[in-house]
T-cell receptor, first 113, second 115 residues
Framework: AQSVTQLGSHVSVSEGALVLLRCNYSSSVPPYLFWYVQYPNQGLQLLLKYTSAATLVKGINGFEAEFKKSETSFHLTKPSAHMSDAAEYFCAVSLVGNEKLTFGTGTRLTIIP | DAGVTQSPTHLIKTRGQQVTLRCSPKSGHDTVSWYQQALGQGPQFIFQYYEEEERQRGNFPDRFSGHQFPNYSSELNVNALLLGDSALYLC??????????????FGEGSRLTVL
């Protein structure tokens, strides 16, 4: 079975500062990994995905994540935070050929002006 | 393209009642998955439908059932509602094996409150 742990349920950063949201996964086989963003009263939007190609993955809105097998991590970063980045972020894992996503509990990102 | 549409957006039920939630997938998608998102939690997989059959199921009781129609739209039914069923119910559509390509799109959800 696969699982995801997101460290820090709330993260606050100043506008223009580095954003770092942490995600560690557990999987018995090579996983697919995803980051989703959820704005208030909305569904989930895919930010980026890792599906066994390049380990450094670039997504939308300037976000990127690096797959580190040795650390079983898939942390999300953005060099410079913008007010519009304030939202809930979810890391998720699935197995190759399996259509089920297993989500972490989420990290709420607050941007300080 | 309307994307994934869900109805109703909000509803209130009482314990013991039954509820039906509806989902229309994004144009060109034939696979529908349902997730339950309790307040402050990440979404949890309920089940997935493809070719009008349940293909995968998460750890949810039989009170949760679904259906997929020939036009690929889907319904989620919950019987004998409990207070703990209060949540945002998300529908996601994709082509078959859409996770491989990231082509999994979520609707905005149906928020169910059970009193």
């Amino acid at each position: 079975a696969q699982s995801v742990t997101q460290l820090g349920s709330h993260v606050s950063v100043s506008e223009g500062a580095l954003v770092l949201l942490r995600c560690n996964y557990s999987s018995s086989v090579p996983p697919y990994l995803f980051w989703y963003v959820q704005y208030p009263n909305q569904g989930l939007q895919l930010l980026l995905k890792y599906t066994s190609a390049a380990t450094l993955v670039k997504g939308i809105n300037g976000f990127e994540a690096e797959f580190k097998k040795s650390e079983t991590s898939f942390h999300l970063t953005k060099p410079s935070a913008h007010m519009s980045d304030a939202a809930e972020y979810f890391c998720a894992v699935s197995l190759v050929g399996n259509e089920k996503l297993t989500f972490g509990t989420g990290t709420r990102l607050t941007i300080i002006p | 393209d309307a994307g994934v549409t869900q109805s109703p957006t909000h509803l209130i039920k009482t314990r013991g009642q039954q509820v039906t939630l509806r989902c229309s997938p994004k144009s060109g998608h034939d696979t529908v998955s349902w997730y339950q998102q309790a307040l402050g939690q990440g979404p949890q997989f309920i089940f997935q439908y493809y070719e009008e059959e349940e293909r995968q199921r998460g750890n949810f009781p039989d009170r949760f059932s679904g259906h997929q129609f020939p036009n690929y739209s889907s319904e989620l039914n919950v019987n004998a509602l409990l207070l703990g069923d209060s949540a945002l119910y998300l529908c996601a559509s994709s082509p078959r094996f859409g996770l491989d390509t990231g082509e999994l799109f979520f609707g905005e959800g149906s928020r169910l409150t059970v009193l």
